[in-house]
């Protein structure tokens, strides 16, 4: 499948999308939002690929924001639906892959680049990383799930602060607060994920995926978190990945999954 905004790269069944719009610091417009759904819907069906990591192209932005150049005139209804297909098209739809996804923070990560990267599993940023929601400088909100995430991952008071004030945060300020899992220098950014992603390899992909589904029910309306892992934790005694995790701990060996 060929694509206009984005390169996917697949090693050792880690699969690795760049976002490729370097002139414009990787801004989201819709056709690399299209290009993003595509990818992630593909990858996410394959049973070779086990993590896939996201990225930007160049050193200078993971993705700088939304391209505004392409909403600046919208209307009231064009607007609500820009939030609502996006969100329902890449935001959401990452967020409950089953497949786990690592935003690999290099840059700027601003606006609907940030968005991008909570609506990831987890995040690691580079040491030259800032991030923030400026939107309300622009007389606007997040509207790609940032003011549902962010309170989330930081805590409410945090995230009321950083988005009224629309101010952005150092990678040191980010891992204070918890928003990204690590940092590391930027050189090594790509290697230390894949170091990650290879830990995640040895363990059962359809548990994996369970999980993923149980932690997100927590913070779902109207979802009760501990029914969902009751019924996952239920379901994973049926799969040849139990089967195979339990037979191997008895036996002192390493297990061999297959995520069914």
């Given at each position: 499948m060929n694509y206009e905004n984005i390169l996917i790269t697949i090693e050792n069944n880690i699969a690795?999308?760049?976002i490729n719009r370097p002139t414009k610091l990787n801004a989201l417009n819709v056709a690399t939002i299209n290009d993003l759904h595509k990818a992630f819907k593909k990858l996410d069906k394959n049973i070779e690929i086990q993590v896939i990591i996201l990225t930007g192209s160049g050193e200078k932005a993971f993705v700088a924001g939304a391209d505004i150049s392409e909403f600046a005139h919208y209307s009231i209804e064009e607007g609500t639906k820009l939030a609502a297909e996006g969100q329902e098209k890449l935001f959401d739809f990452v967020e409950n892959?089953?497949?786990?996804?690592?935003?690999?923070?290099?840059?700027?990560?601003?606006?609907?680049g940030l968005e991008l990267a909570?609506?990831?599993?987890?995040?690691?940023?580079?040491?030259?990383?800032?991030?923030g929601l400026p939107e309300v400088s622009l007389g606007v909100i997040p509207g790609y799930g940032g003011t549902q995430r962010l309170p989330q991952l930081i805590g409410k008071g945090r995230a009321m602060e950083m988005i009224m004030t629309a101010g952005m945060l150092t990678a040191d300020d980010a891992y204070r607060t918890g928003l990204v899992n690590h940092v590391v220098p930027q050189a090594e950014l790509l290697t230390f994920c894949n170091d990650i992603a290879s830990k995640i390899l040895k363990n059962s992909p359809y548990a994996i995926g369970k999980a993923i589904k149980a932690i997100n029910a927590n913070f779902k309306e109207g979802k009760n978190g501990y029914e969902t892992e009751i019924k996952a934790f239920g379901k994973c005694f049926g799969t040849q990945d139990f089967k195979e995790g339990t037979t191997a701990f008895l036996e002192k060996r390493k297990a061999v999954f297959t995520g069914k």
């Amino acid at each position: 499948m060929n694509y206009e905004n984005i390169l996917i790269t697949i090693e050792n069944n880690i699969a690795t999308i760049t976002i490729n719009r370097p002139t414009k610091l990787n801004a989201l417009n819709v056709a690399t939002i299209n290009d993003l759904h595509k990818a992630f819907k593909k990858l996410d069906k394959n049973i070779e690929i086990q993590v896939i990591i996201l990225t930007g192209s160049g050193e200078k932005a993971f993705v700088a924001g939304a391209d505004i150049s392409e909403f600046a005139h919208y209307s009231i209804e064009e607007g609500t639906k820009l939030a609502a297909e996006g969100q329902e098209k890449l935001f959401d739809f990452v967020e409950n892959l089953k497949t786990p996804v690592i935003a690999a923070v290099n840059g700027f990560a601003l606006g609907g680049g940030l968005e991008l990267a909570m609506a990831c599993h987890f995040r690691i940023a580079s040491d030259n990383a800032k991030m923030g929601l400026p939107e309300v400088s622009l007389g606007v909100i997040p509207g790609y799930g940032g003011t549902q995430r962010l309170p989330q991952l930081i805590g409410k008071g945090r995230a009321m602060e950083m988005i009224m004030t629309a101010g952005m945060l150092t990678a040191d300020d980010a891992y204070r607060t918890g928003l990204v899992n690590h940092v590391v220098p930027q050189a090594e950014l790509l290697t230390f994920c894949n170091d990650i992603a290879s830990k995640i390899l040895k363990n059962s992909p359809y548990a994996i995926g369970k999980a993923i589904k149980a932690i997100n029910a927590n913070f779902k309306e109207g979802k009760n978190g501990y029914e969902t892992e009751i019924k996952a934790f239920g379901k994973c005694f049926g799969t040849q990945d139990f089967k195979e995790g339990t037979t191997a701990f008895l036996e002192k060996r390493k297990a061999v999954f297959t995520g069914k």
